[in-house]
């Protein structure tokens, strides 16, 4: 952002105040308005029941005192306006306007009270009112897919509507802690790696071509690609050179690039999909050689081999013309990018919050609620939770709502125990609508361990559209609709997607679980409790992401965690 708007509006010269009028005036309201020479600009105002009236803008670009040279030629100017129709002449100065050169003005005027002022502190008035985008810098394009990118950001957080009877929890979205972020560098005394810490900002600087972000599930990867680019948008206003054009990519963008209906390239997702709405007539390459793309991937983790192997050749690809990748992952190596292992590749990783993080994360998360930060941390401490899980921003946001919703009730010294009591919270909220009072929590239990079941066993994140979701339980559940209404399945089924939090409708069209470990959880638990048998899949598996982490929560249900250890070693 410009740090000294006031010295910014004062260098602007004429050109540059005029446009800058030109968006600033449509801001305000009045949207018929047509510039009529180099320093004049007129406004056709429509007045019901009183017709047709035009304001005139006359624009200086020094300052305006009493003793003006010109002072003759602007009052003759101003006169002749006002005698050809204008009825009110607005005086712009990008610096001040004495009043006593506003004096001399309003004398000489053939109609009275017909001239208004704006000086440097008007106009930095009305930018901060109606235009504040300006600020940022002048490529309207640019500007208009920044504004898109940062609205689509809170989309994105996972812990976002998560329990929507609480408006509190909203503030979630504005808590940033940044992580602890470890850069992996080669030991010139010897042949390991060493790691050096870094601040988020020089982890955009370290990125030559790709740049890899390690970390375990809820240490909040998507939270910080989002960061990335919301910096990257930052730099657009102070750099003189190429802008950033961050681009975020999820797993279902990725799908698209292999969906039935016939494989398309990245380019071809990023150019038709992303940007062509605010960059309209500009062709792929076009934008590389204006912009510096910035492509931020969520993850490839999911997907299988031969669609991976496609996915990262194309990245190279885009890489060999410049453009930067962020890329997250659970993984620790991803030996796909061998092609770009030469060629500064940076590998960058996320480690869980240390205690003085937890307390920074607390007290804005109680803020203005007396003691309950301390009450969360001392609660913490008590069971040792620090030292027994992940600290994540995930898990640390569900043991706050717990501690929150549970009146400060002591909290559950597990992994599966948060999970298991942050799903009842949220599960066993009351129904208002009757009709579908059938749907109790065991019944909505068993909905998302299914569906979770059945993500896990696919192939490649495919999700189930909202069709393909209610038609999938209708066939599940068609064998007990002696006991369920199946006509009430379909607004049950909305129920469960829009209400209990663990849901999301992506695009409108897809159902997902809100985050990786929502499903894992569901999965594992639906494997302990009807699936025995497939634990086998869970060992056979282990080495896929999703697998290994429902792996994980399965072994925290069950009591037969020693021989479920073995089978894992074994593998």
Known sequence: MVNNKKEFIEKLNTEELVQLFENLLPNMGLTSVKRTSVNCVEVEISVPNAGNYINCYLFFNEPLAKGYPHIAILIEEINKKLNSGCSKIYIVSNHSISTGLQLELERGSSKKKSIEFYQNSDILTNIEDNYSDYWRHTDQSLISYEKEFENKMTESFQIKKLVEYKAAYQKLLSIFIEPNLFLRTDDKQSTKKAFTKIHLERVIDENDRLLMLHGDPGTGKTRLLNEIGRLLINRNTKNSGKRYLPIFIDTINLRDTISEKGEIDLCTLILENRLKEHFDGLSFDELVANYQLVLLVDSIDEFEEKFKTKITNELESLMDKGILVFLGTRSNTLEAFKKSAGKNLKDVYIQKFNNQQVEKFASRYFEGKGNRAEGLLESLRENKILDKLPVTPLNLSLMSILYEETNQQELPATLNDIYDKFSNLLLGRTMVDKSIDFLDITVKENILG?????????????????DEFIKFFEDKLSSISGTIDISLLPKALDFI?????????????????????????????????????????????????????????????????????????KK
């Open 497 to 569: 997607i829009e209400h209990t939090g663990l849901l999301v409708l992506q695009r409108g069209k897809y159902v997902k679980f809100r985050h990786d470990s929502y499903m894992e959880y569901f999965a594992a638990k639906e494997i302990f409790k009807n699936h025995r048998e497939m634990e086998d899949d869970l060992v056979e598996n282990f080495f896929d992401v999703n697998w290994q982490f429902a792996a994980v929560f399965y072994g925290g249900q069950s009591r037969r965690m020693s021989s479920f250890l073995e089978k894992i070693i």
């Open 450 to 466: 299914t569906y979770a079941l059945e993500l896990l066993k696919r192939k490649n994140s495919e999700l189930l559209t909202k």
